[in-house]
């Protein structure tokens, strides 16, 4: 890099790293969408998945599934054409990190005992389901309010 060039390089690299990283939209968006989920995949089970419904509803959980998951490559490729992808979990207060994996424990355990108490893996996703989706809305706007 040539003297002349590295002052508009750092400004531009500057600028680009001061832009707002994730839009307003995506917590909400990404905890529902695992939410909405993972209710249809415990409900197909609570109804039986070889029950016509039960089917209908597990494949909706499923393309559910799908859509959470291509969020976050959707996300990355819009911070790299911004020019800055952040690192993850940087920007989040320490406080915050250390609720979000014990919203992250709690969940697990809560879906193990609905699922050993019941014997139905169905209310352990619908509970997954709520908890998880608090906690990833919780991550992630805790990432936003930087």
């Known amino acids: 890099m040539s003297p002349e060039t590295a002052p508009d390089t750092a400004v531009t690299t500057r600028e680009a790293a001061g832009t707002d990283q994730m839009p307003a939209w995506f917590p909400a968006v990404a905890a529902v969408s695992f939410m909405v989920a ?27 599934v799908v859509f959470h998951l291509a969020l976050t490559p959707a996300l990355v490729m819009r911070w790299r054409r911004g020019g800055v992808v952040p690192r993850a979990g940087e920007g989040a207060p320490d406080r915050r990190r250390r609720n979000s994996v014990w919203m992250t424990f ?32 919780y991550r992630l706007t805790g990432l936003r309010l930087q």
């Open 38 to 64: 993972m209710e249809l995949i415990g409900w197909s089970r609570l109804i039986g998945a070889g029950h016509g419904t039960g089917r209908v509803i597990g494949l909706c959980g499923a393309a559910m």
């Open 106 to 137: 709690a969940g697990v355990a809560i879906g193990t005992a609905l699922w050993v108490a019941t014997g139905n893996a169905g209310w352990a996703a619908v509970a997954v389901g709520v908890l998880f989706g608090a906690e990833i809305w």
